[in-house]
């Protein structure tokens, strides 16, 4: 089974820009979530989509946006790019049925990560 | 809120000798899940172990074993007979509640040396 994939892998901004990034998780994964990692702030959720719609959102604002399509496939966009945004960013995704709920199921909210992709802001 | 705490940013250790990296863990969640991952210098997450709050015993995966000590509330990674290509940076992350998400520590960069 493939795993998640990311694209494009590497990728070379100005201040100002947009950019938009993808995922495509593991076949038959319908939770995606975006991480943001950098060597001052470490990893850092960004949010995390299922089944198209936003569950959980980090504190990032707002030029950070996310969608999921009806596939699967997530897409991050990032507008008016900053220094600051330069960063791995890492997309997670996780098989149906998982999760540590109230219930105290013991069931994993696994993630599996793809490569990431790595922005640079110039 | 959830916390995870990793306080040795580096550590080193001889081939085939065992080595610990420590994570403490804080959170208000009645049941969560705690995970190590490892990230090489490529910069890809690898998933090792996870370990439930409700399960009685702890976890292990082939060279890797979760210590899981709920009451002082960590849960360290043991790695056993330590290889070269252990060398890489090591997440702690808790997950718990309805939030879908992982929590992060700093990491521990480990370097296996020959």
């Known amino acids: 089974k493939a795993g998640v994939t990311q694209t494009p892998r590497y990728l070379i901004k100005t201040r100002g820009q947009q950019v938009t990034l993808s995922c495509s998780p593991i076949s038959g994964h319908r939770s995606v979530s975006w991480y943001q990692q950098t060597p001052g702030q470490g990893l850092q959720f960004l949010f995390e989509?299922?089944?198209?719609?936003?569950?959980n959102k980090g504190n990032f604002p707002g030029r950070f946006s996310g969608r999921q399509f009806s596939n699967s496939r997530s897409e991050m966009n990032v507008s008016t790019l900053e220094l600051g945004d330069s960063a791995l960013y890492l997309c997670a995704s996780s098989p149906p049925g998982t999760g540590v709920g109230v219930s105290g199921t013991s069931s994993p909210y696994e993630q599996y990560f793809g490569p990431g992709t790595r922005l640079t802001v110039t | 809120a959830q916390k995870i705490t990793q306080t040795q940013p580096g550590m080193f250790v001889q081939e085939k000798e065992a080595v610990t990296l420590d994570c403490t863990y804080d959170?208000?969640?009645?049941?969560?899940?705690l995970f190590w991952y490892k990230q090489p210098s490529s910069g890809e997450m690898i998933f090792l172990i996870y370990q439930g709050s409700y399960d009685q015993q702890n976890a292990t995966e082939g060279r890797y074993s979760l210590n899981f000590q709920k009451a002082r509330k960590s849960a360290n990674l043991v790695i056993s007979a330590s290889q070269l290509g252990d060398s890489a940076m090591y997440f702690c992350?808790?997950?718990?509640?309805?939030?879908?998400?992982?929590?992060f520590g700093k990491g521990t960069l480990l370097t296996v040396n020959p």
């Open positions: 992350a808790i997950s718990g509640g309805s939030n879908y998400k992982l929590t």
């Open positions: 989509y299922f089944s198209e719609t936003q569950r």
């Open positions: 959170t208000s969640d009645p049941s969560y899940g």
